[in-house]
C-alpha cells in the first residue's frame, strides 16, 4: 500500500479522525486509526472505540490499494508538524514511512484483522446547514451535566417534529433549549435521539465551517430506546451511540409569564461580570439589584474582597435582587448570540430566562431560550 498527498490535506483529515480515538483504549488496537487506499483511488482514514466512529474520505492522484492500522495519535502529531510539501507514505513490511521533504518517519504498524469493522451509517432522516447546525449545537451543550454518575443529564435530547428540530439539555441547574428549521426527507418524521453532549459538540464543531451541509442519520426514527445516530458532510461521517431517552419533562420548566424583565448590551454585561467575579469564590454567586435604568453587580461581602459596579439597563418591573453562579450566567451570555441580552424574571427564587433580546414587533418565541437557577440570598 503507498500514496501521496498534500500534507495539509492529509493533516487536517487525520486530526478529524484522531479527536475520537480514546485517550486510554481498553485494548491497544482500538488506538489506532485505520487507513485504507481503495481501488477507485480514493483514501479512507477511520477511528472507531465502539461507541464513536468517524471516518474521512479523500481523494488521491497517486495511490495503490491496501489496508494498514497505525498509531493515530502519533500519526496526528506527525502530519502536524510536517512541512508544506507531498507526503508519501508507503507500508513496507511491518512498518510504514512517512516521507515529507528531508523528514522521514517509520511507524509500527498494529494488526489490521483485530480492528473492529466500524457500523454502517443509519438511514438518512434529513438535513441542515452545517454552520446553523454547529452554532444550536454550541448553545445547548453548554448546559448538558458534566457528572458521568447521571449519564441522562450528560446527553443533548434531539426532538424532531416534522421540519422542526429542537435541542434541549440541562444539569439541574441551567438548562438550554433551541429549535431549528431543517429538511427531512419524510414531512411527517417524528424521532427522538439523546446523544451524548460532548461527542454532539466535538463533531458539531469539527463539521462547522466548511458551508456544506449536514446530514442526519438516526437508526431509530420513529422511536426510541437502543440505536445509533450518525452526521455525515463534505467526505466525513461520525456515528456514536444514543444514551437511554428518559430526560426531564423540561417544557413544564420554562415559565411563560414573568414580573420583570431587562435589556442590556451583552458584551457590556459579560466584562462587567467577569470583573466583579474576580472576588468570588467558585460557589459564591454575584448579586444583581435591578431598577429602573440601573443594575449593580455585586460580589463578596464581610470580611472578604468586594466589588461592584454598576451598568445602564433597560428595565420594566419592580426593584429585584437576584444572584446567580457567575460561571453559569457567563456561559449563557456567550450563547446566546446577540448584542442585547434579555433577563426576564419573576421573583428572586424562581428560574429566570436569558435570552437575546428581540424587536419589539415580533410576538413569537425566541429560538434560544437558557434558563438559569438563581442563587438564594441568604437573608
Same mark, same amino acid.
Given at each position: ?74 500519526l496526528a502529531e506527525i502530519t502536524r ?96 433549549v433551541r429549535e431549528l428549521r431543517w ?18 459538540? &466535538? ?54 409569564e414573568f414580573s420583570a424583565k431587562a ?98 414587533? &415580533? ?17
Open positions: 500500500m503507498m500514496f501521496r498527498i498534500e500534507r495539509d490535506v492529509l493533516a487536517e483529515a487525520v486530526a478529524w479522525t484522531a479527536r475520537s480515538l480514546p485517550a486510554r483504549p481498553s485494548v491497544p488496537v482500538l488506538a489506532g486509526m485505520r487507513l485504507e487506499v481503495t481501488e477507485d483511488q480514493r483514501l479512507k482514514l477511520s477511528g472507531f472505540d465502539y461507541e464513536v466512529s468517524a471516518e474521512v474520505t479523500l481523494e488521491l492522484h497517486t495511490g495503490e490499494p491496501g489496508v494498514v492500522l497505525v498509531s493515530g495519535k502519533l508538524a510536517l512541512p508544506a510539501q507531498p507526503v508519501d507514505f508507503v507500508v513496507e513490511g511491518a512498518k510504514a514511512v512517512v516521507t515529507c521533504g528531508s523528514a522521514r518517519f517509520t511507524l509500527l504498524t498494529m494488526p489490521v484483522e483485530d480492528y473492529p469493522s466500524l457500523p454502517a451509517m443509519p438511514p438518512a432522516a434529513g438535513r441542515v446547514g452545517s454552520d446553523t447546525f454547529a452554532s444550536a449545537v454550541s448553545q445547548v451543550a453548554v448546559a448538558a451535566g458534566r457528572d458521568d454518575t447521571l449519564p441522562m443529564l450528560t446527553g443533548v435530547r434531539m426532538e424532531i417534529e416534522g421540519d422542526l428540530v429542537t435541542l434541549a439539555a440541562t444539569d439541574r441547574y441551567r438548562l438550554a429538511q427531512p426527507d419524510q414531512a411527517d418524521i417524528s424521532a427522538i435521539a439523546m446523544i451524548p453532549g460532548k461527542t454532539l459538540a &466535538d463533531t458539531a464543531k469539527a463539521l462547522g465551517g466548511s458551508g456544506a451541509e449536514v446530514e442526519i442519520a438516526l437508526s431509530s426514527a420513529g422511536g426510541t430506546g437502543e440505536g445509533m445516530i450518525g452526521f455525515s458532510s463534505a467526505g466525513r461521517r461520525t456515528t456514536t451511540r444514543l444514551l437511554d431517552p428518559e430526560f426531564p419533562k423540561y417544557r413544564s420548566l420554562l415559565p411563560t435589556d442590556l448590551s451583552t458584551a457590556a454585561f459579560v466584562e462587567a461580570v467577569k470583573r466583579v467575579a474576580l472576588v468570588a469564590e467558585r460557589n459564591t454567586p454575584v448579586r444583581l439589584a435591578f431598577k429602573s435604568g440601573e443594575v449593580v453587580l455585586e460580589a463578596g461581602s464581610g470580611d472578604e474582597a468586594q466589588a461592584v459596579e454598576a451598568l445602564p439597563v433597560d428595565y420594566e418591573g419592580d426593584e429585584m435582587n437576584i444572584a446567580f453562579n457567575h460561571q453559569f450566567l457567563l456561559e449563557g451570555l456567550g450563547a446566546i448570540d446577540s448584542d442585547v441580552a434579555r433577563l426576564q424574571m419573576t421573583t428572586s427564587t424562581k428560574p429566570a430566562i436569558l435570552t437575546g433580546g428581540k424587536p419589539v414587533d &415580533d410576538p413569537g418565541a425566541p429560538d434560544y431560550r437558557y434558563l438559569i437557577m438563581p442563587i438564594r440570598l441568604s437573608g
